[in-house]
Protein backbone atom coordinates (compact mmCIF):
# COMPACT_ATOMS: atom_id res chain seq x y z
CA UNK A 1 0.00 0.00 0.00
CA UNK A 2 2.79 2.50 1.25
CA UNK A 3 4.67 2.85 -2.32
CA UNK A 4 1.29 3.86 -4.12
CA UNK A 5 1.84 7.01 -2.32
CA UNK A 6 5.56 7.27 -3.33
CA UNK A 7 6.54 10.21 -5.54
CA UNK A 8 6.82 9.56 -8.84
CA UNK A 9 10.51 9.35 -9.60
CA UNK A 10 12.19 12.01 -11.55
CA UNK A 11 15.45 13.66 -12.80
CA UNK A 12 16.38 15.98 -9.53
CA UNK A 13 15.48 19.05 -9.89
CA UNK A 14 17.80 21.91 -8.65
CA UNK A 15 15.49 24.49 -9.58
CA UNK A 16 11.41 23.63 -9.28
CA UNK A 17 10.49 26.81 -11.41
CA UNK A 18 9.57 25.24 -14.84
CA UNK A 19 7.94 26.09 -17.93
CA UNK A 20 4.06 25.10 -18.52
CA UNK A 21 4.67 22.67 -21.51
CA UNK A 22 7.52 21.24 -19.21
CA UNK A 23 5.26 20.85 -16.26
CA UNK A 24 2.54 18.80 -18.35
CA UNK A 25 4.92 16.92 -20.04
CA UNK A 26 5.01 14.99 -16.53
CA UNK A 27 1.31 13.82 -17.29
CA UNK A 28 1.27 10.77 -19.01
CA UNK A 29 -2.05 9.30 -20.27
CA UNK A 30 -3.77 7.12 -18.41
CA UNK A 31 -3.14 8.95 -15.43
CA UNK A 32 -5.51 9.90 -12.52
CA UNK A 33 -6.07 13.36 -12.16
CA UNK A 34 -6.49 15.89 -9.44
CA UNK A 35 -7.25 19.37 -11.19
CA UNK A 36 -7.65 21.69 -7.96
CA UNK A 37 -10.13 24.48 -6.75
CA UNK A 38 -13.27 23.59 -7.41
CA UNK A 39 -16.31 24.98 -9.58
CA UNK A 40 -15.49 27.98 -11.06
CA UNK A 41 -13.02 29.87 -8.72
CA UNK A 42 -9.08 29.00 -8.65
CA UNK A 43 -8.94 26.55 -11.63
CA UNK A 44 -6.02 25.81 -13.15
CA UNK A 45 -7.11 26.81 -16.42
CA UNK A 46 -4.08 27.88 -18.26
CA UNK A 47 -2.58 23.60 -17.07
CA UNK A 48 -6.25 22.47 -18.37
CA UNK A 49 -5.77 24.40 -22.23
CA UNK A 50 -2.12 23.11 -22.06
CA UNK A 51 -3.58 19.68 -21.27
CA UNK A 52 -5.74 20.16 -24.69
CA UNK A 53 -2.51 21.71 -26.39
CA UNK A 54 -0.65 18.45 -25.49
CA UNK A 55 -3.38 16.01 -26.59
CA UNK A 56 -3.70 14.04 -23.17
CA UNK A 57 -6.06 11.04 -23.29
CA UNK A 58 -7.42 8.40 -21.15
CA UNK A 59 -7.37 10.64 -18.22
CA UNK A 60 -9.44 9.95 -15.00
CA UNK A 61 -10.21 12.72 -13.18
CA UNK A 62 -10.98 13.13 -9.60
CA UNK A 63 -13.88 14.97 -8.25
CA UNK A 64 -15.63 17.17 -10.81
CA UNK A 65 -16.23 17.77 -13.97
CA UNK A 66 -16.16 21.55 -13.47
CA UNK A 67 -15.25 24.46 -15.74
CA UNK A 68 -11.07 23.41 -16.13
CA UNK A 69 -12.26 19.54 -16.75
CA UNK A 70 -15.30 20.06 -19.12
CA UNK A 71 -13.29 21.63 -21.99
CA UNK A 72 -10.31 18.21 -21.19
CA UNK A 73 -13.69 16.35 -21.48
CA UNK A 74 -14.79 18.25 -24.75
CA UNK A 75 -11.44 17.81 -26.22
CA UNK A 76 -11.04 13.98 -25.55
CA UNK A 77 -8.39 13.81 -23.21
CA UNK A 78 -10.18 12.15 -20.23
CA UNK A 79 -12.04 8.65 -20.38
CA UNK A 80 -13.87 8.51 -16.87
CA UNK A 81 -14.62 10.56 -13.68
CA UNK A 82 -15.02 9.81 -9.99
CA UNK A 83 -16.51 12.79 -8.72
CA UNK A 84 -19.77 13.94 -7.33
CA UNK A 85 -20.31 17.48 -9.02
CA UNK A 86 -20.64 18.35 -13.59
CA UNK A 87 -21.99 21.61 -12.99
CA UNK A 88 -20.37 25.00 -13.80
CA UNK A 89 -22.73 26.82 -10.72
CA UNK A 90 -25.32 29.44 -12.01
CA UNK A 91 -23.60 28.81 -15.77
CA UNK A 92 -25.29 24.96 -15.67
CA UNK A 93 -24.12 22.11 -16.12
CA UNK A 94 -21.07 21.23 -17.52
CA UNK A 95 -22.11 21.05 -20.95
CA UNK A 96 -19.24 18.58 -22.64
CA UNK A 97 -19.38 16.40 -20.17
CA UNK A 98 -23.02 15.58 -20.40
CA UNK A 99 -23.08 15.32 -24.37
CA UNK A 100 -19.89 12.74 -24.10
CA UNK A 101 -21.54 10.71 -21.23
CA UNK A 102 -24.68 10.96 -22.91
CA UNK A 103 -23.11 9.73 -26.13
CA UNK A 104 -21.23 6.66 -24.43
CA UNK A 105 -18.18 8.25 -24.39
CA UNK A 106 -16.90 9.21 -20.85
CA UNK A 107 -17.95 6.91 -17.75
CA UNK A 108 -18.78 8.41 -14.59
CA UNK A 109 -18.56 7.27 -11.13
CA UNK A 110 -20.64 8.87 -8.91
CA UNK A 111 -19.76 9.21 -5.03
CA UNK A 112 -20.31 12.16 -2.38
CA UNK A 113 -18.92 15.20 -1.73
CA UNK A 114 -17.70 13.79 1.77
CA UNK A 115 -16.33 10.41 0.08
CA UNK A 116 -13.71 12.91 -1.96
CA UNK A 117 -12.69 14.40 1.24
CA UNK A 118 -12.39 10.77 2.99
CA UNK A 119 -10.79 9.12 -0.09
CA UNK A 120 -8.08 11.86 -0.64
CA UNK A 121 -7.53 12.33 3.55
CA UNK A 122 -6.70 8.73 3.43
CA UNK A 123 -4.62 8.86 0.98
CA UNK A 124 -3.01 11.88 2.78
CA UNK A 125 -3.08 9.96 5.91
CA UNK A 126 -1.46 6.78 4.32
CA UNK A 127 -4.52 4.72 5.14
CA UNK A 128 -6.02 2.36 2.98
CA UNK A 129 -9.16 3.51 3.70
CA UNK A 130 -11.71 5.39 6.15
CA UNK A 131 -14.75 4.51 7.77
CA UNK A 132 -18.12 6.69 7.19
CA UNK A 133 -21.86 6.80 7.44
CA UNK A 134 -21.64 8.90 4.39
CA UNK A 135 -23.82 8.24 1.19
CA UNK A 136 -25.92 5.72 3.18
CA UNK A 137 -29.58 5.30 2.08
CA UNK A 138 -28.37 6.60 -1.65
CA UNK A 139 -27.82 5.18 -5.10
CA UNK A 140 -23.96 6.11 -4.71
CA UNK A 141 -23.98 2.97 -3.11
CA UNK A 142 -26.21 1.32 -5.72
CA UNK A 143 -23.83 -1.54 -7.58
CA UNK A 144 -25.51 -1.34 -10.80
CA UNK A 145 -24.24 2.20 -11.24
CA UNK A 146 -21.02 1.29 -10.02
CA UNK A 147 -18.49 1.98 -12.19
CA UNK A 148 -15.58 0.77 -10.51
CA UNK A 149 -14.34 -1.71 -13.03
CA UNK A 150 -14.20 0.84 -15.81
CA UNK A 151 -11.74 2.99 -13.49
CA UNK A 152 -9.67 -0.35 -13.13
CA UNK A 153 -9.87 -0.98 -16.97
CA UNK A 154 -8.56 2.94 -17.95
CA UNK A 155 -6.56 3.32 -15.33
CA UNK A 156 -2.46 3.82 -16.87
CA UNK A 157 -1.60 2.43 -13.13
CA UNK A 158 -3.96 0.45 -11.63
CA UNK A 159 -2.71 0.62 -8.50
CA UNK A 160 -4.52 3.97 -7.99
CA UNK A 161 -8.30 2.72 -8.22
CA UNK A 162 -9.26 -0.26 -5.95
CA UNK A 163 -10.27 -3.53 -6.15
CA UNK A 164 -13.98 -2.15 -5.05
CA UNK A 165 -15.73 1.23 -4.61
CA UNK A 166 -17.13 0.27 -1.41
CA UNK A 167 -17.76 -2.39 1.82
CA UNK A 168 -20.42 -2.11 4.18
CA UNK A 169 -20.04 -3.66 7.71
CA UNK A 170 -21.22 -3.35 11.23
CA UNK A 171 -19.78 -0.75 13.12
CA UNK A 172 -17.42 -3.31 15.71
CA UNK A 173 -16.05 -0.12 18.45
CA UNK A 174 -19.61 2.28 19.26
CA UNK A 175 -22.31 -0.23 18.20
CA UNK A 176 -23.66 2.33 15.49
CA UNK A 177 -25.14 0.24 13.12
CA UNK A 178 -24.05 0.01 9.41
CA UNK A 179 -20.68 2.02 8.50
CA UNK A 180 -19.02 2.35 5.35
CA UNK A 181 -15.34 1.26 4.58
CA UNK A 182 -14.07 3.67 1.69
CA UNK A 183 -10.99 3.15 -0.16
CA UNK A 184 -8.27 5.86 -0.37
CA UNK A 185 -8.47 7.92 -3.00
CA UNK A 186 -4.39 8.44 -5.04
CA UNK A 187 -4.12 10.46 -7.73
CA UNK A 188 -1.10 9.98 -10.25
CA UNK A 189 -0.90 14.24 -10.39
CA UNK A 190 -2.49 16.93 -9.22
CA UNK A 191 -2.38 20.55 -10.52
CA UNK A 192 -3.33 23.39 -8.39
CA UNK A 193 -3.54 27.39 -8.96
CA UNK A 194 -2.28 29.50 -6.56
CA UNK A 195 -2.40 33.12 -5.72
CA UNK A 196 0.97 32.68 -4.89
CA UNK A 197 4.13 30.25 -4.50
CA UNK A 198 7.91 30.62 -3.77
CA UNK A 199 10.14 28.68 -6.09
CA UNK A 200 11.03 26.17 -3.79
CA UNK A 201 7.46 25.74 -3.95
CA UNK A 202 5.46 27.04 -0.64
CA UNK A 203 2.52 28.33 -1.69
CA UNK A 204 -0.15 30.41 -0.45
CA UNK A 205 -3.98 30.50 -1.24
CA UNK A 206 -6.97 33.00 -0.36
CA UNK A 207 -10.63 32.00 -0.35
CA UNK A 208 -11.68 28.51 -0.21
CA UNK A 209 -9.16 26.06 -0.16
CA UNK A 210 -11.39 23.73 -1.46
CA UNK A 211 -9.66 20.21 -1.62
CA UNK A 212 -6.26 21.03 -2.17
CA UNK A 213 -4.60 21.05 0.95
CA UNK A 214 -5.39 17.41 0.88
CA UNK A 215 -4.71 16.68 -2.55
CA UNK A 216 -1.14 17.82 -2.72
CA UNK A 217 -0.53 15.25 -0.07
CA UNK A 218 -2.21 12.34 -1.62
CA UNK A 219 -0.74 12.86 -5.38
CA UNK A 220 2.53 10.64 -6.70
CA UNK A 221 3.40 14.25 -8.71
CA UNK A 222 2.18 17.87 -7.38
CA UNK A 223 1.93 21.06 -10.24
CA UNK A 224 1.56 24.58 -8.65
CA UNK A 225 0.67 27.16 -10.96
CA UNK A 226 0.62 30.64 -9.60
CA UNK A 227 -0.25 34.11 -10.14
CA UNK A 228 3.11 34.99 -8.86
CA UNK A 229 6.46 33.58 -8.17
CA UNK A 230 7.82 35.62 -5.22
CA UNK A 231 10.37 34.70 -3.34
CA UNK A 232 10.59 32.03 -0.63
CA UNK A 233 11.62 33.77 2.08
CA UNK A 234 8.93 35.98 1.51
CA UNK A 235 6.85 33.05 2.40
CA UNK A 236 8.38 31.68 5.27
CA UNK A 237 8.58 35.22 7.09
CA UNK A 238 4.79 33.99 7.94
CA UNK A 239 4.40 30.10 7.91
CA UNK A 240 1.19 30.16 9.75
CA UNK A 241 -0.63 31.78 6.30
CA UNK A 242 0.85 29.30 3.97
CA UNK A 243 -1.29 26.09 3.18
CA UNK A 244 0.77 24.30 0.61
CA UNK A 245 4.68 22.89 1.93
CA UNK A 246 7.25 23.01 -0.30
CA UNK A 247 7.90 19.66 0.38
CA UNK A 248 4.64 18.56 -1.34
CA UNK A 249 5.38 20.29 -4.79
CA UNK A 250 7.58 18.62 -7.70
CA UNK A 251 7.04 22.16 -10.11
CA UNK A 252 6.49 25.43 -9.60
CA UNK A 253 4.95 27.58 -13.08
CA UNK A 254 4.05 31.23 -13.04
CA UNK A 255 1.25 32.21 -15.25
CA UNK A 256 -0.35 35.52 -14.28
CA UNK A 257 -4.05 35.20 -15.10
CA UNK A 258 -3.60 31.65 -15.38
CA UNK A 259 -7.20 30.85 -13.86
CA UNK A 260 -8.97 33.31 -16.14
CA UNK A 261 -11.67 32.79 -16.59
CA UNK A 262 -12.55 31.61 -13.01
CA UNK A 263 -11.72 33.73 -10.49
CA UNK A 264 -9.09 34.25 -8.60
CA UNK A 265 -9.34 36.12 -5.09
CA UNK A 266 -7.18 39.10 -4.28
CA UNK A 267 -6.42 38.92 -7.73
CA UNK A 268 -9.37 38.61 -10.23
CA UNK A 269 -13.26 38.39 -10.78
CA UNK A 270 -15.12 35.24 -13.15
CA UNK A 271 -15.39 36.15 -16.48
CA UNK A 272 -18.82 36.01 -16.84
CA UNK A 273 -19.96 36.19 -20.27
CA UNK A 274 -16.45 34.15 -21.33
CA UNK A 275 -17.50 31.75 -19.10
CA UNK A 276 -21.47 32.22 -20.44
CA UNK A 277 -19.62 31.77 -24.14
CA UNK A 278 -18.16 28.60 -23.26
CA UNK A 279 -21.47 27.17 -22.29
CA UNK A 280 -23.50 28.08 -25.10
CA UNK A 281 -20.52 27.27 -27.23
CA UNK A 282 -20.20 23.51 -25.65
CA UNK A 283 -22.94 22.27 -26.06
CA UNK A 284 -22.63 20.92 -29.74
CA UNK A 285 -19.42 19.22 -31.07
CA UNK A 286 -19.30 21.85 -33.58
CA UNK A 287 -19.30 24.49 -31.12
CA UNK A 288 -17.21 22.72 -29.27
CA UNK A 289 -14.31 22.85 -31.66
CA UNK A 290 -14.67 26.28 -32.62
CA UNK A 291 -14.30 27.43 -29.22
CA UNK A 292 -11.29 25.08 -28.51
CA UNK A 293 -9.65 26.25 -31.44
CA UNK A 294 -10.51 30.28 -31.09
CA UNK A 295 -9.31 30.00 -27.25
CA UNK A 296 -6.69 26.97 -27.16
CA UNK A 297 -5.08 25.47 -30.25
CA UNK A 298 -5.27 28.89 -32.42
CA UNK A 299 -3.44 30.64 -29.82
CA UNK A 300 0.34 30.31 -29.85
CA UNK A 301 1.34 31.92 -26.56
CA UNK A 302 0.17 32.88 -23.02
CA UNK A 303 0.93 36.29 -24.26
CA UNK A 304 -1.21 36.31 -27.32
CA UNK A 305 -4.25 34.83 -24.85
CA UNK A 306 -3.88 37.91 -22.77
CA UNK A 307 -3.91 40.41 -26.07
CA UNK A 308 -6.92 38.97 -27.61
CA UNK A 309 -8.67 39.18 -24.12
CA UNK A 310 -7.38 43.12 -24.13
CA UNK A 311 -6.33 45.02 -21.74
CA UNK A 312 -9.51 46.58 -20.58
CA UNK A 313 -11.10 43.21 -19.99
CA UNK A 314 -8.50 41.98 -18.12
CA UNK A 315 -8.88 45.98 -16.05
CA UNK A 316 -12.49 45.44 -16.09
CA UNK A 317 -11.97 42.10 -14.26
CA UNK A 318 -9.34 43.28 -11.49
CA UNK A 319 -9.99 42.20 -7.86
CA UNK A 320 -10.13 45.24 -5.34
CA UNK A 321 -9.12 45.56 -1.84
CA UNK A 322 -10.32 44.77 1.49
CA UNK A 323 -13.42 42.30 0.08
CA UNK A 324 -10.93 40.04 -2.73
CA UNK A 325 -13.31 40.28 -5.14
CA UNK A 326 -14.41 43.19 -7.58
CA UNK A 327 -17.76 44.55 -6.20
CA UNK A 328 -20.87 44.81 -8.60
CA UNK A 329 -21.65 48.37 -6.91
CA UNK B 1 -41.33 46.76 8.51
CA UNK B 2 -44.87 47.35 7.31
CA UNK B 3 -47.22 44.50 6.65
CA UNK B 4 -47.66 45.44 3.06
CA UNK B 5 -48.78 42.43 0.77
CA UNK B 6 -48.06 42.04 -2.37
CA UNK B 7 -50.73 41.90 -5.31
CA UNK B 8 -50.66 38.46 -6.80
CA UNK B 9 -48.89 38.63 -10.31
CA UNK B 10 -46.79 41.26 -8.90
CA UNK B 11 -44.28 38.90 -8.17
CA UNK B 12 -42.98 35.45 -10.05
CA UNK B 13 -44.01 31.84 -8.48
CA UNK B 14 -39.96 31.69 -7.51
CA UNK B 15 -40.49 34.67 -5.89
CA UNK B 16 -42.94 33.35 -3.70
CA UNK B 17 -41.06 29.96 -3.22
CA UNK B 18 -38.12 31.83 -2.00
CA UNK B 19 -39.97 34.95 0.35
CA UNK B 20 -42.31 31.65 1.75
CA UNK B 21 -38.52 29.60 2.07
CA UNK B 22 -36.81 32.51 4.30
CA UNK B 23 -39.50 32.65 6.58
CA UNK B 24 -39.49 29.01 7.37
CA UNK B 25 -36.27 29.43 8.62
CA UNK B 26 -37.05 31.67 11.52
CA UNK B 27 -37.39 28.18 12.68
CA UNK B 28 -33.77 28.10 12.61
CA UNK B 29 -32.69 31.44 14.11
CA UNK B 30 -29.33 31.24 15.99
CA UNK B 31 -29.19 27.95 14.63
CA UNK B 32 -26.26 26.81 12.33
CA UNK B 33 -27.34 25.04 8.62
CA UNK B 34 -25.39 23.94 5.38
CA UNK B 35 -26.99 26.20 2.75
CA UNK B 36 -26.62 24.55 -0.46
CA UNK B 37 -25.84 26.63 -3.79
CA UNK B 38 -28.46 28.39 -5.94
CA UNK B 39 -32.10 29.33 -4.45
CA UNK B 40 -31.20 28.48 -0.60
CA UNK B 41 -28.54 30.91 -0.70
CA UNK B 42 -31.16 33.64 -2.27
CA UNK B 43 -33.83 32.33 0.63
CA UNK B 44 -31.01 32.33 3.32
CA UNK B 45 -29.99 35.95 2.41
CA UNK B 46 -33.58 37.21 3.06
CA UNK B 47 -33.83 35.56 6.09
CA UNK B 48 -30.93 36.89 7.85
CA UNK B 49 -32.28 40.77 7.09
CA UNK B 50 -36.23 39.65 8.35
CA UNK B 51 -36.82 36.21 9.96
CA UNK B 52 -33.09 35.01 11.54
CA UNK B 53 -30.49 37.39 11.80
CA UNK B 54 -28.71 35.31 14.06
CA UNK B 55 -28.76 32.16 11.93
CA UNK B 56 -25.39 30.89 11.50
CA UNK B 57 -24.33 30.04 8.00
CA UNK B 58 -21.91 27.40 6.98
CA UNK B 59 -20.78 26.70 3.39
CA UNK B 60 -19.58 22.82 2.38
CA UNK B 61 -16.60 24.89 0.70
CA UNK B 62 -15.35 25.97 3.76
CA UNK B 63 -16.66 29.00 5.30
CA UNK B 64 -18.11 28.96 9.01
CA UNK B 65 -20.66 31.97 9.76
CA UNK B 66 -20.84 33.23 6.23
CA UNK B 67 -22.20 37.06 5.91
CA UNK B 68 -21.84 37.83 2.69
CA UNK B 69 -21.78 41.74 1.58
CA UNK B 70 -22.78 40.61 -2.08
CA UNK B 71 -24.92 37.44 -3.91
CA UNK B 72 -22.28 34.67 -4.23
CA UNK B 73 -22.69 32.83 -7.89
CA UNK B 74 -21.49 29.79 -7.04
CA UNK B 75 -20.27 27.82 -3.85
CA UNK B 76 -16.44 29.08 -4.77
CA UNK B 77 -17.44 32.59 -4.71
CA UNK B 78 -15.05 35.20 -2.68
CA UNK B 79 -18.18 36.76 -2.06
CA UNK B 80 -18.83 34.25 0.89
CA UNK B 81 -14.95 34.41 1.80
CA UNK B 82 -15.39 38.13 3.16
CA UNK B 83 -17.06 38.71 5.85
CA UNK B 84 -16.86 34.70 7.11
CA UNK B 85 -15.26 33.61 10.72
CA UNK B 86 -12.80 31.30 8.89
CA UNK B 87 -12.27 30.06 5.63
CA UNK B 88 -10.87 26.87 5.09
CA UNK B 89 -11.70 24.16 2.63
CA UNK B 90 -14.01 21.62 1.39
CA UNK B 91 -13.04 19.44 4.32
CA UNK B 92 -13.78 21.54 7.07
CA UNK B 93 -17.00 23.21 5.49
CA UNK B 94 -18.07 19.22 5.94
CA UNK B 95 -16.63 18.18 8.91
CA UNK B 96 -19.77 20.00 10.83
CA UNK B 97 -22.25 17.80 9.37
CA UNK B 98 -20.68 14.26 10.33
CA UNK B 99 -19.96 15.02 13.47
CA UNK B 100 -23.43 16.22 13.95
CA UNK B 101 -23.13 20.12 14.65
CA UNK B 102 -25.60 21.20 11.71
CA UNK B 103 -28.94 21.64 12.87
CA UNK B 104 -30.83 21.89 9.26
CA UNK B 105 -29.55 21.58 5.61
CA UNK B 106 -31.24 23.66 2.75
CA UNK B 107 -31.00 22.97 -0.83
CA UNK B 108 -32.66 22.46 -4.09
CA UNK B 109 -32.85 19.96 -6.23
CA UNK B 110 -34.31 18.55 -9.91
CA UNK B 111 -36.75 15.82 -8.17
CA UNK B 112 -38.41 14.97 -4.97
CA UNK B 113 -40.44 12.09 -4.05
CA UNK B 114 -43.53 11.59 -1.40
CA UNK B 115 -41.17 10.34 0.88
CA UNK B 116 -38.79 13.46 0.46
CA UNK B 117 -35.83 11.69 -1.07
CA UNK B 118 -34.37 13.87 -3.49
CA UNK B 119 -32.55 13.43 -7.04
CA UNK B 120 -29.72 15.51 -8.18
CA UNK B 121 -27.66 13.06 -10.20
CA UNK B 122 -29.89 12.28 -13.51
CA UNK B 123 -33.16 12.11 -14.47
CA UNK B 124 -35.04 9.40 -17.01
CA UNK B 125 -33.19 6.44 -18.81
CA UNK B 126 -30.51 4.89 -16.51
CA UNK B 127 -27.53 5.81 -15.10
CA UNK B 128 -25.21 4.37 -18.50
CA UNK B 129 -27.44 6.71 -20.87
CA UNK B 130 -29.44 9.23 -18.71
CA UNK B 131 -31.94 11.21 -20.25
CA UNK B 132 -30.60 14.04 -18.41
CA UNK B 133 -27.69 14.15 -16.66
CA UNK B 134 -27.48 17.00 -13.96
CA UNK B 135 -25.21 18.08 -11.54
CA UNK B 136 -24.91 15.97 -9.73
CA UNK B 137 -24.48 14.11 -5.96
CA UNK B 138 -22.13 16.27 -4.44
CA UNK B 139 -23.05 17.80 -0.44
CA UNK B 140 -26.79 17.00 -1.18
CA UNK B 141 -25.85 13.37 -0.12
CA UNK B 142 -24.52 14.43 3.01
CA UNK B 143 -26.63 16.77 4.10
CA UNK B 144 -29.35 14.10 3.68
CA UNK B 145 -27.60 11.69 5.75
CA UNK B 146 -25.74 14.21 8.53
CA UNK B 147 -28.07 17.10 9.25
CA UNK B 148 -30.44 17.29 11.84
CA UNK B 149 -33.39 18.17 9.72
CA UNK B 150 -33.38 19.19 5.56
CA UNK B 151 -35.46 21.91 4.35
CA UNK B 152 -35.69 21.59 0.24
CA UNK B 153 -37.10 24.21 -2.36
CA UNK B 154 -37.73 22.84 -5.70
CA UNK B 155 -40.33 24.33 -8.41
CA UNK B 156 -43.55 22.52 -8.52
CA UNK B 157 -43.77 20.52 -11.66
CA UNK B 158 -45.79 17.02 -12.16
CA UNK B 159 -42.14 15.60 -13.55
CA UNK B 160 -40.38 16.75 -10.69
CA UNK B 161 -42.86 16.02 -7.81
CA UNK B 162 -43.12 12.13 -7.94
CA UNK B 163 -43.71 8.52 -6.42
CA UNK B 164 -40.19 7.69 -6.24
CA UNK B 165 -36.79 9.45 -7.58
CA UNK B 166 -35.17 8.13 -10.71
CA UNK B 167 -31.55 8.46 -8.50
CA UNK B 168 -31.82 8.44 -4.88
CA UNK B 169 -29.76 11.06 -3.78
CA UNK B 170 -30.02 12.88 -0.81
CA UNK B 171 -32.24 10.01 1.52
CA UNK B 172 -35.70 11.63 2.54
CA UNK B 173 -37.96 9.42 4.98
CA UNK B 174 -37.60 6.21 3.62
CA UNK B 175 -34.26 5.15 1.83
CA UNK B 176 -32.45 2.15 0.14
CA UNK B 177 -30.64 -0.33 2.26
CA UNK B 178 -28.14 -2.07 0.24
CA UNK B 179 -26.84 -4.16 -0.88
CA UNK B 180 -30.59 -5.44 -1.77
CA UNK B 181 -31.64 -1.81 -2.24
CA UNK B 182 -35.21 -2.56 -0.24
CA UNK B 183 -36.61 0.64 1.18
CA UNK B 184 -36.73 1.66 4.75
CA UNK B 185 -37.16 4.06 7.23
CA UNK B 186 -34.21 6.06 7.54
CA UNK B 187 -33.66 5.38 11.37
CA UNK B 188 -32.88 1.41 10.77
CA UNK B 189 -29.73 2.95 8.97
CA UNK B 190 -28.99 4.94 12.30
CA UNK B 191 -29.64 8.02 10.28
CA UNK B 192 -31.32 10.75 12.45
CA UNK B 193 -33.25 13.58 11.21
CA UNK B 194 -34.90 13.58 7.92
CA UNK B 195 -36.80 16.39 5.60
CA UNK B 196 -38.99 18.71 7.71
CA UNK B 197 -40.60 20.38 5.06
CA UNK B 198 -41.13 20.67 0.72
CA UNK B 199 -41.42 24.44 -0.58
CA UNK B 200 -42.21 24.44 -3.40
CA UNK B 201 -43.53 27.34 -6.04
CA UNK B 202 -47.45 26.35 -5.32
CA UNK B 203 -47.44 25.42 -1.55
CA UNK B 204 -45.48 24.08 1.49
CA UNK B 205 -45.38 20.07 2.28
CA UNK B 206 -44.41 18.38 4.75
CA UNK B 207 -44.64 14.59 5.79
CA UNK B 208 -46.76 12.20 7.67
CA UNK B 209 -46.15 11.29 11.31
CA UNK B 210 -47.15 7.85 10.65
CA UNK B 211 -46.49 6.73 6.82
CA UNK B 212 -43.87 9.40 6.13
CA UNK B 213 -45.61 10.23 3.07
CA UNK B 214 -46.05 13.85 2.22
CA UNK B 215 -49.14 15.86 2.50
CA UNK B 216 -50.02 19.71 1.47
CA UNK B 217 -49.72 21.90 4.50
CA UNK B 218 -50.00 25.06 3.18
CA UNK B 219 -51.06 26.29 -0.69
CA UNK B 220 -50.03 29.92 -2.02
CA UNK B 221 -52.10 32.66 -2.67
CA UNK B 222 -53.60 32.55 -5.91
CA UNK B 223 -52.60 28.85 -6.49
CA UNK B 224 -55.72 26.11 -6.25
CA UNK B 225 -55.69 22.81 -4.37
CA UNK B 226 -56.78 21.34 -8.27
CA UNK B 227 -53.42 23.21 -9.52
CA UNK B 228 -51.43 21.38 -7.11
CA UNK B 229 -52.61 18.06 -7.71
CA UNK B 230 -52.57 18.63 -11.30
CA UNK B 231 -48.80 19.05 -11.03
CA UNK B 232 -48.32 16.29 -8.58
CA UNK B 233 -46.90 13.37 -9.84
CA UNK B 234 -48.53 11.35 -7.56
CA UNK B 235 -52.19 11.26 -5.41
CA UNK B 236 -50.96 14.00 -2.61
CA UNK B 237 -53.52 15.12 0.26
CA UNK B 238 -54.56 18.28 0.16
CA UNK B 239 -56.77 17.66 2.92
CA UNK B 240 -55.65 19.21 5.58
CA UNK B 241 -53.98 22.55 3.84
CA UNK B 242 -55.29 26.10 4.36
CA UNK B 243 -53.93 29.18 2.48
CA UNK B 244 -50.02 30.88 3.17
CA UNK B 245 -50.17 34.01 4.06
CA UNK B 246 -49.83 36.53 1.37
CA UNK B 247 -46.20 38.13 0.27
CA UNK B 248 -44.90 41.30 1.65
CA UNK B 249 -44.11 44.56 -0.24
CA UNK B 250 -40.62 44.68 1.70
CA UNK B 251 -39.83 40.69 0.65
CA UNK B 252 -40.02 41.49 -2.93
CA UNK B 253 -38.71 44.69 -2.77
CA UNK B 254 -35.75 43.47 -0.90
CA UNK B 255 -34.95 40.27 -2.90
CA UNK B 256 -35.09 42.92 -5.97
CA UNK B 257 -33.43 45.78 -4.93
CA UNK B 258 -30.80 44.67 -1.63
CA UNK B 259 -30.19 40.81 -2.25
CA UNK B 260 -30.56 40.30 -6.60
CA UNK B 261 -30.60 43.59 -7.91
CA UNK B 262 -28.92 41.92 -11.29
CA UNK B 263 -31.33 39.26 -11.29
CA UNK B 264 -28.46 36.74 -11.70
CA UNK B 265 -30.68 33.92 -10.46
CA UNK B 266 -33.43 34.43 -12.59
CA UNK B 267 -36.04 35.25 -10.38
CA UNK B 268 -38.11 37.19 -12.36
Known amino acids: ?329 | MTKEYAKIGEYSAVEAMVCHSARFLANFDGKKGLIGTGLPLVASQLAKKLYSPNMIIFIETGQADANPQELAISIMDSRLTYGSSWQMGDPEGLYPLSRNEIDFGFIGGAQIDKYGNVNSTFIGGDYNKPAKRLAGTAGAVDIGVFAKTTVILMAHQKRRVCEFVDYLTTPGWMVKKWPEGTLVRREELGLQGGPSCFISSMGICKFNDDDKVMYLDKYFPGITLEQIKENTGFDIDVSRADEADHILVDEIRLLREEIDPLNIYKMR
Open chain 1, 1 to 329: MNNLFDKRPRLARSNKVVSLSEAIDEIRNGDVLMMGSFVDTRRPMAAAYEIVRQQKHNLILLAQCSLAEDIMVGAGCAIAWRGCYTGIATFGLSPATLRKTEAGKFFPDEIGHLDIIYGALAAMVGSPFVATRATLGSDVLNDQLDRNRILIDKAGNKAMIPKKKFELIEDPFYNQGLVKLLPAMPADAAIIHTQMAGEKGTARISGSLAFDHYFVHAARTVIVTTEQIVPEEYLRRDPNRNQIPCTAVDMVVEIPWGGHPSQVMGYYDTDIPFIRDYVLSARTDEGFERWVGEWILDVKSRDQYLDKLGASRLEGLRAADPQGYRSRS
